[in-house]
Every structure is written in structure tokens, then in C-alpha cells.
């Protein structure tokens, strides 16, 4: 079961049916005097859809930033797909497979919705033909529903679009990580429906893995395998979202910040 | 969408073609070396846009500029190599100096890297000043075109540059040129799929400050004479202008300003100081009032004119997001 | 030791020009977040104007320094009304663009000082000093007028340091430069303090005009060479910074004056145009700039 204890070797974990993607061992990061990670250690499993979350100033943007190579890590180490990755810049940590999103307009605004997904599919297919690439978009873009808006402006289209625009750009190269920051913010009720599904299509069809950062509770106990939580900088708790639920150290954090404001 | 694409690319080829074939219906000496100053100044602001492609305001165009001339002129005049080979030499060795310089500057974004262009071009130009190799103050002469071209160079030098403006379209149309207008756009997501952001700026740089760097060279062999101050701050400001007068967001907009500017300019030439006032005036106008050129003036009154009758895709062509900065509005608080 | 302090003194008197100048751009840049290449322009005006008003009013029977006075006046006047126009129909519109507001102001400048030659002539012009004579300090032989310039910087700088940190105005400036949505909120009425920022910038650069034209031949191309000096203080001492903009243009002064003494002048503006390419990499926000 999952405990706080996380097993050191990867190994061990694989062992016990849950081969890991990723991990970060003691990752602790500074800015001058404040510690905003501290000494988290986590792994992400192979196929699972995984939430971070916490409340405000956590800790999640710099995790997610560590784990991406936006940021460098003070101390701790990183291991993505059998290799360690520490101190590794953002352009190699993508290449080797995991791409992340960003909190606001992760797309280009000012090209076509198939010109942003192509991007996506350059990045993933470098040295592929332009017949090839324009396949990759097309199934990319069925994947995500974006089918109609192909030859829109991406700047142009509704906020919800625009979000699944920049979910697809991240998956056309078929990553293995795929890492995504705030997706269902400001989006409505049926629209977080349609995202999440198209979350669980791309973990069955396209087989990346799922890191979400998220502030939607509901959205997060719905659709994740597994949770971690952050408090100030550090691990409080990781298991099932029913294992969350009933977390009273969790609660009582989110209770305790909601109270404290 | 893919019938505009053709319709621009033809359209492109037809009026280059045309241009440089129509160079050889010139008569007079004075309108034939119009006409290069034409393709020349063309090139340059051609040169200028394709770096704007990647968000950046080039303004160390004139110093690779000054390096494709005195390149080509010292590898004429100075290691007596023959015509062809030095032309290119010109080009190559921007081209060279370009990555070196890029790599190390692109780190930076628009007015930082705006002014160290800046400052380069004026580093430059000391360098030739103070070189007495390649004629100190006085500057370089002797650079002729072989006589076997006889009347034919004129022809060939807006051939060559009419030529170099479409290869820089048709590096704009292809995957790396829609990198490079992503990176523009939004360089963070670019880089988070796997793209080395960095070095398809440099690249990008590299393959304007060639084209800039060969047009030194036809400079050179057209003018015959180059000096130090030919090279400096003002002949970035010039293809400044060609750019913003006739419009940055279009292929078009290069030649249509540089012909315009130049046309006008040989008419207020007479008065030495006017010249300055005019392509001054130019560019505080296209700033102010016209953000889009001249291409944007006719393409806005061609829709006035022609008005629901085109399909869908074609009029999304058109409703592009009117005036992409040329440079990237840094994100600037307080 | 004596050319040690004599070189210190020629930089000491350039960089009060520098100063006056520059304060003027890091004032514009860290308020409005415009790049003011034209800011030049209006030293240069105020200069020309000095230049040819002075022998004018002395035509007319004027003593001196009641002639000096008044052009000086009316010389700073009507620069800082091109000023307030340049920023009424023009800089007002490109406030935290810096690209765009560079752009507009290379305009400017072409257009400007095309119009300076056109109606000032492209001759030279001289103005007498208006305190002759010299002085002499530690040694060092100084012309009273280039004294008077340095005391002037001094004053100049101090004012404005007292209107920065002590005045409403200036502190609503501050407040501006540090983050002007948070000033807005705040109830500062931005678009007031910006052209009054904008106002006092160019007062400070036409002031500077107009204590130069004694010293210095005048030209209609004057202000392109203190432009670029004045702009690469403004970089090293950081963009914005006022302190900055004091060290940067001194340590310039120091470089051309030791440079141009033991090399020459080209190689001194080689070094500072290395230098500042330098710092545009290294530390694009110069020594104490913000951000």
C-alpha cells in the first residue's frame, strides 16, 4: 500500500507492480532565505494519472517547475525513465520525453490551431517528413476534439478551446510525462467533463502518463489514481483519493489555511 | 488555405521576376542604379524582417552588412580573388561572424539585444577605421564586377537579390519558419516540446545576417568605393524604415517600402538635410498611423473594396491578428 | 600625480554633461519604460538655440549674462515644449513598449536633426564663456565656465534627488517606476505623473544644452555623440536607476578622459562600446538597475 515511506529503490517498486516514471528523491529548492520545496521526495508511476496538490503557496508550481527542468534543484536528485536527471536543463528533460504546460496560454495566439498542434508534433517528430507530421496533428487533434477548429485562430477561439489547444500541443509529441499545469482553470462544469475525458484518452490511446496540478477538488478526486499533497514547501500525505479523503492531517490543512485567511 | 499559400508564393515569384526582368528594359545610368539601390535596400529590410520572425529588432544588420562588403572588397583587392567566389566569401563570412555573435547575444531579448546590435555596428566601424588594410577612414576602391559581365551586373545583382528574398519566403513557409514565428509568439511552450529554442534563433540570425552579408558584397561591386561610414547605425535605421513603411507583416512589405522610400527619396534628394527628414518623418508616420505599412493600407482598402465575396479560409488569411509587433513587448511592470 | 588629477577633473567636467543627460533617460526609461533616442534632440535645440540668441541679444546691446540668461530660458522653453509634443502625439502611446518606443524615436532623431541642418546650417557655432577666466584647484587649472557646469550638475542632481524622495510628486513617481498598476490602484493619477516625469526628463536635458553652449562648439549633430555616450551610462548604471545613471556616466567620463589621453579617441570609444555590449550580456539590467 502507499505509504509516506517511499521504497528507495526503483526496483522494488517495479516489484511490486507499479513500474515508476519518474522520481525525485530529498528535492529541496531555495530562493534566498525561503525554502519554497523541502526535502519532497515522490514518485510518478508509468500509465497512472497523479495530482499535486495543496493549498496556495504549497509548493506546487516549484515542484512542478523542478520536475520539468524550469528550475534547478538547491539539493535532491531527479530520475526520469531509468536515468538520473539532476541539475538537467529544460530543453533535455523535454527530449527525453516530458513535456509540461503552463498555467497561462500555453499555446501561440496568433497562429492556427493545426500551425500550434504541428509544433508539438515538430518537436516530437524531428526528423520526420511533412506528410508524417500532418498526420500526427490530424490524430492529435481527433484525440481532442479540435477537428472543426483546425484553421481557426487559435487567439480567437473560446477560452475552453484554447485550453484543449494547449493540452494538445504538449501530447502531439506523444510524451511519456506529460505534465500539466492548472488545465481546468476557468473552465465550466461541462467543460472539465469533456477535459477529463480527453485526460483519460490520452493516458488509454496514447499511453503518456499524467502529472496534474490542480485546484479543482472534485476534478482532481474524479479522474487521479493517485494524490500528493504539499504543505508549505513539503510532502503531508500521498494515496488514493479516498485515502485523501479521510486524511485528517489534509483536512485539517486545508481547513486550517481556509480558517487562517 | 492551401490555394492562398499558392496564390502568395506564385504572386511573390511573378513580381520578382518581373522586377528584376524589367531592370533590363533601364536605359539611363541613373535609373539602372536606382534600381539596384532599390533591390539592395529591399534585401536588407527582407533581411530585418526575417529576423523580426523570431521577435527581435536586428540593428546589427548594417555591422554584418559592412562585413559581407569589406569581406568581398578585401578578398577582391587585397588576396585578388576572383569575382564569384569573393562575392559569396562576403556573405559566408557574415555568416560565420553572425553565429558567433548570436549565439552569445540571443541569450538576451528586444532592447538589450537591440542595443547591443547597436553598439556592435559602431564597434565595427571603428575596427574599419582604424584598419589601415582595408583603407582606414578613406575606405576601400577598386571593387569592380568582372568586365566579362559588361551590362549585364545590374541585372544580375537584383537577379541575385530578387532570388535571396524568395529563398527567405520560402524559409518562412516551411516548419523551421513556423518554429520560428512560435517562438515569437510564446517561446516557453516551444521549448517545453523538445525544441532548441536557442539555437533556431541563432540559426535564424545566422541566415539573415547571410543575406545581409551578401548584399554587402553586391554594395560593394556596385558602388566600388566603400568607407567606414557607410556601414554604421543609419543604414540599420534605413532598412528600419523600408520595413515599417512598407509593412512587416507581409513579404511584400520589404520591397514595396524600400521602392517607395527610395523613389520618393531620389525626388528630395536635392537637398542634402532633407534626406533625413524624409525617412525620418517616414518612420514616426508608419509608427503612428499606418503600424501596418503600406501593405496594410492596400489590404485594408482591397477589403473595403471586395467585400463578403471571398470564401471563409482566404478571409481568415486576411483577419490575421492586425500588426504583430515587430519586436516583443517585454512584459514589462511598473 | 598631476595628470592623475587633471584627467580626474576633464572626467569630472565631461561626466557632468553626461549626468545632467543621462539622468534625464534613466528618469524617462524607469517611469514610462520608453527608450527616448531622441532625447538628444532636444539637448541639441536648446544648445542651437543658445548659440544663435546669445550673439543675437549681444547684437542688440544686451550685456552678457543677462544676455546668456535669457536665451537660456527661452532656449529651455521651447525644447521642453518639443519635448511635451513629442510625448503628447507620440511617446504617450509607447509607454512600456520598449521596442516601439525605440523605434519611434530613431525617427525622431533622423527627422529632427535633418531639421536642425536644414534651419540652423551645418556650421559650427561658438557662444563666450559667460564667466571668463580660470581657476585654480589642487593644482589643476579649470576654465570657470566648466566649473560652473560641474556645480550645476551638482545642484541639478541634488534637486532632483530631493524632488524624488521628498516631494508628492516624486514619490508618486516611485511609485510609478516600481509598478505602476499597483499606483494606479492606488489612486496616483499615472497619466499626470507620466507627463510630468516625461516633462522634468526633458527640462534636465535642455538645462544641460544650455550649459554646455558656452563651453563647446555647437553643432546640429551634437546631441548623436552625448546621445550614445549618455545611453550606455544609463545601461551600465541600469536602466532606471538614478544612482546608476551618476556612476555610469563618470565611470565613462573616466574612460574617455584616460583613454583619449593615452590612446585616442577612437580606441576610448571602442573600449566603451565593448564594455557595454559586455554588460547587455552579462547583467542586461547594468550595475543597480531594478528587476
Known sequence: MDKRNIETSPIAASAAGHEVLARVTNLTRRFGGLVAVSDLSMEIRRHEILGLIGPNGAGKSTTFNLISGFFKPSSGRLYFDGKEVTGKSALEISRAGLVRTFQHGSLMRSMSVYENILIGAIGGLPHATKKERAIRVEETAEMLGLGPYLNEVAGTLPHGIQRLISIAIASAPRPKLLCLDEPLTGLNQTEVMTTLGVFEKIRQVFGCTILLVEHNMKAVMQICDRIVVLHHGQLLATGTPDDIRHNDTVVSAYLGKRHGD | ?334 | MQTALQLLFTALQIGSIYILFSLGLTLIFGVMKIVNFAHGQFFTLSALLVSVLVPWFAHHDVPLLPAYLLAAVIAVAVSVALGMLTYQFGFRFFQRDLSGSFILSIGLVLLLEGAYLHYFGGAVRTVPPIIAGDVSILGVTLTSQRLLLGLAAIVATGALYWILMVTQFGKAMRAVAIDHEAAMLQGIPFKRIAFQGFAVATLLGAVAGALLAPISVISPTLGADYLIKGFIAVIIGGLGSVPGAIIGSLFIALVESIGGFYFDPSIANLTIFILVMLVLMVRPHGLLGNR
Open chain 2, 1 to 334: 488555405m492551401h490555394k492562398i499559400f499558392h496564390n502568395q508564393q506564385v504572386f511573390l515569384t511573378l513580381t520578382l521576376a518581373l522586377l528584376s526582368l524589367g531592370s533590363l528594359f533601364l536605359r539611363d545610368a541613373y535609373s539602372i542604379n536606382l534600381a539596384i539601390w532599390m533591390a539592395l535596400a529591399a534585401l536588407c529590410a527582407a533581411s530585418l524582417r526575417f529576423v523580426t520572425l523570431i521577435g527581435e529588432l536586428n540593428f546589427a544588420i548594417a555591422a554584418f552588412y559592412g562585413i559581407g562588403a569589406y569581406g568581398a572588397g578585401a578578398a577582391l583587392t587585397v588576396y585578388n580573388i576572383p569575382f564569384l567566389p569573393a562575392l559569396l566569401l562576403g556573405g559566408v563570412i557574415a555568416a560565420l561572424v553572425s553565429l558567433v555573435f548570436g549565439y552569445v547575444t540571443l541569450k538576451t531579448k528586444g532592447p538589450y539585444f537591440l542595443l547591443i546590435g547597436f553598439a556592435f555596428t559602431e564597434v565595427m566601424r571603428i575596427l574599419y577605421a582604424r584598419s589601415d588594410w582595408l583603407g582606414g577612414n578613406s575606405g576601400m576602391v577598386g571593387i569592380f564586377p568582372p568586365s566579362a559581365f559588361g551590362s549585364y551586373f545590374p541585372f544580375f545583382a537584383i537577379g541575385l537579390c530578387s532570388v535571396m528574398i524568395l529563398a527567405l519566403y520560402l524559409i518562412e513557409r516551411s516548419s523551421f519558419g513556423k518554429v520560428l514565428t512560435a517562438i515569437r509568439d510564446n517561446d516557453n511552450v516551444v521549448l517545453s516540446v523538445g525544441i532548441n529554442v536557442h539555437m533556431a534563433k541563432v540559426v535564424c540570425f545566422g541566415i539573415g545576417s547571410f543575406v545581409a552579408g551578401i548584399g554587402g558584397s553586391l554594395h560593394g561591386f556596385t558602388n566600388n568605393v566603400i568607407s567606414p561610414g557607410d556601414f554604421g547605425f543609419l543604414l540599420s535605421t534605413f532598412a528600419l524604415a523600408y520595413l515599417k513603411v512598407g509593412g512587416e507583416n507581409s513579404p511584400f512589405g520589404p520591397m514595396l517600402g524600400a521602392i517607395v522610400l527610395l523613389a520618393l527619396g531620389s525626388v528630395a534628394m536635392g537637398m542634402g538635410a532633407g534626406e533625413h527628414i524624409f525617412y525620418g518623418a517616414a518612420i514616426v508616420i508608419a509608427v503612428l498611423l499606418f503600424p501596418n505599412g503600406l501593405v496594410g493600407i492596400f489590404s485594408w482598402g482591397y477589403k473595403k473594396l471586395v467585400l463578403d465575396v471571398r470564401s471563409k479560409g482566404e478571409a481568415l488569411h486576411e483577419s490575421r491578428p492586425a500588426a504583430k509587433p515587430l519586436h516583443k513587448k517585454e512584459q514589462v511592470n511598473g
